[in-house]
């Protein structure tokens, strides 16, 4: 592959444009420009006093909902992974049309 000289003004340009896009490394040859300093993940993340924070508030409908919708969701699971144990709990009642 044939090396090109690059002159100061097409840096110039690489610079500007690699600004205006957000580009944190360009790297062309020997050319290497890393832009800003490294942030890391820590610093990023916003503190959140926690007296500030509130319990969040539940309908009851939905906690009820979604409580038959995990029972079926754990029945159907310990059809396939556990099947004696399953026929065991329908016989025992822990399983029926009253609780789902």
Request: a negative charge; hydrophobic letters at 40%; proline letters at 4%.
């Amino acid at each position: 592959m044939e090396r090109k000289t690059l002159m100061s003004k097409e840096i110039v340009s690489i610079i500007k444009a690699c600004g205006e896009h957000g580009v944190r490394v360009f790297k062309q040859g020997d050319l290497e420009i890393i832009f800003g300093k490294e942030e890391s993940v820590e610093q990023d993340l916003a503190y959140v006093d926690p007296s500030l924070l509130r319990p969040i508030e539940v309908d009851p409908r939905f906690a009820e909902e979604q409580a038959a919708i995990n029972r079926e969701e754990e029945l159907e699971n310990l059809m396939i992974s556990d099947p004696a144990l399953y026929e065991e709990m329908l016989v025992e009642g822990h399983y029926n049309a009253e609780t789902e």
